[in-house]
């Protein structure tokens, strides 16, 4: 059972955020898996793991844990209690020879408790001007070892826009945030073969429309 | 004072009537033609009957809240356009303070002077100030790519979702003489004759419609259903002249100016959509698309009656 801070800081933020980017999601024509799954996406802002928690319907929502960088995520009260209390993250180190857990027995055992993971393969926020920074072997790690959970690609668009890195005033534009279809590990899928198959079901998911040359 | 309160409340028992026999007539096509939600047009028209209720009610509750009323909801009207707007153009990272100065500096200020009616710094504020100070902020952070596009697109965001927007609620600032405290039956007129309009044109083409007249901007609109359009708005227009300052005759050539800007300001935007590659421009209101699709045609049409009634009717 949440706290009451935490619950208010919930709806705060879930209210900022639509307020600000009007965000709307656009669903797989199959649904959304009602077990727990691995939502992956494009990671470019602060913001993004707040935005995909926004969109999901509540019953799926609540069981959502972004993995975020321990660093970031630990250094003040005030990211402890929005990071660690509101959004229950599963915070990983980052820094290998600090680490005293491994990230993907954290992540499987999250799973394992019942929770879904919201998580950004690139492992850092893309600050370029490509599309997508190649993934990091986390989530197929993740995928060996549990190979039944279902990937889903989520592709965030505008909210780098919104927010770019080094700006402390958003510009009120309209996000929207793509879920695709439920992938899954094969039997025996190479590292490489897998990774290129995940980027690729993402990237499908990006919109082709003009606006944000960025 | 109760002469324009008698007015009004006629005019929304009126608007009323008509929604709900709308609403009536897409409750049985509904139980006819689609009892299930497989008719996507039926769908579409029901979804587009609720949305007009929830309008007309927000309009309405404007209205009563008087002048403050009308200025924050135009006011929010504009701030939700101009997103809606500002997400399809061109901006880099050199734009945002120019991007941030017009959302809550611009937008603001414009809605402030018309409730100081400061007409004067009202009609030049955003052609003459924020004309020159947008592409001084980008020009600042040294990026030239794309600069003269970059400019131009917020400019005319900027034009369209706020300036000529707000022309709406401007005419609550109009001095006309023997039509004191009544100046809010002006908006209704003006709303009134531009919705209707679309929504004729809508109907005569459904019903019909043979000959397109603009294929590649917008294959929906057809000769038969703009001809139709523009003279039953016109028509109603005449009818509407006890609401406004004008003559019948005068209410109905206002209303054909309105109906011909409101067709043209659509096929505009209907343009720049194809040029951006969206067939809408937001998704704020179901069945309706985004905020702009609904506004396209008011936004072409209130600076041009602005203007016509302030030259013609007012002190």
């Known amino acids: ?214 | 004072m109760s002469g324009a309160n008698s007015d009004l409340m006629t005019l929304v028992a009126g608007i009323f009537g008509v929604l709900i026999i709308a609403s009536v007539i897409g409750y049985i096509l509904q139980q006819r033609l689609s009892p299930n939600g497989s008719n996507a047009a039926v769908e579409n028209l029901n979804a587009r009957i609720k949305a007009w209720w929830v309008m007309v009610i927000l309009i309405g509750i404007a209205f009563i809240a008087g002048r403050i009323g009308v200025l924050i909801l135009f006011g929010f009207c504009s701030f939700a356009a101009l997103r809606e707007f500002v997400t399809l153009i061109n901006t880099r990272r050199a734009d945002h303070w120019a991007l941030a100065a017009a959302f809550f500096v611009v937008v603001p200020i414009q809605y402030f002077l018309l409730w100081a009616e400061q007409y004067g710094i009202f009609s030049i504020f955003i052609p003459v100030y924020a004309f020159l100070l947008m592409p001084i902020i980008s020009v600042l952070r040294g990026d030239t790519e794309r600069f003269l596009v970059r400019i131009a697109e917020v400019q005319w965001a900027l034009m369209i979702c706020v300036f000529c927007a707000s022309h709406v609620p401007a005419l609550l600032t109009l001095k006309i003489p023997g039509y004191e405290g009544r100046n809010v039956l002006l908006i209704a007129f003006l709303v009134i004759v531009v919705q209707l309009s679309d929504v004729l044109q809508y109907v005569w083409g459904k019903l019909f419609g043979r000959t397109k007249i603009a294929p590649r901007l917008s294959p929906s609109k057809t000769v038969e259903g703009f001809v139709g359009g523009v003279i039953s708005a016109t028509l109603i227009g005449t009818g509407l002249w006890w609401i406004t300052p004008f003559a019948p005759l005068q209410a109905g050539l206002l209303a054909l100016v309105i109906t011909l800007m409101g067709f043209f300001g659509g096929l505009v935007m209907s343009a720049i959509k194809r040029d951006r590659g969206v067939k809408d421009w937001g998704n704020l209101i179901e069945g309706h698309g985004g905020l702009i699709d609904r506004l396209d045609s008011v936004v072409f049409s209130a600076p041009i009656f602005f203007h016509l009634t302030r030259y013609w009717w007012s002190l």
């Not at chain 1, 935005?51 to 005030?78: D, I, M, N, Q």
């Open chain 1, 1 to 214: 059972m949440k706290a009451l801070p935490t619950k208010v800081a919930a709806t705060v933020i879930v209210l900022f955020a639509r307020a600000v980017t009007a965000v709307r999601a656009v669903w797989p024509e199959d649904g959304l898996p009602s077990r727990p799954c691995v939502y992956y996406a494009n990671h470019s802002s602060h913001g993004d793991f707040v935005l995909v928690w926004t969109v999901l319907p509540p019953r799926l929502r609540h069981r959502a844990r972004p993995v975020a960088g321990a660093e970031y995520w630990l250094k003040s009260w005030l990211n402890r209690f929005i990071g660690r209390d509101v959004f229950n993250a599963v915070l990983i180190a980052r820094d290998r020879d600090k680490r005293t857990e491994d990230p993907v027995t954290q992540m499987a055992s999250a799973i394992d408790a019942g929770s879904s993971l919201i998580l950004f393969p690139e492992g850092t926020r893309n600050q370029s001007d490509a599309r997508l920074l190649p993934f990091k072997s986390g989530i197929f790690h993740l995928a060996v070892a549990r190979p039944d959970v279902d990937l889903v690609p989520v592709w965030i668009s505008n909210l780098n826009r919104v927010m770019p890195k080094g700006e402390i005033v958003p510009i009120p534009l309209i996000c929207t945030v793509s879920f695709g279809s439920a992938l899954q590990i094969a039997p025996g899928e190479d590292k490489d073969v897998f990774l290129e198959r995940m980027q690729a079901a993402l990237l499908a998911l990006s919109p082709n429309i003009a606006g944000g040359g960025e």
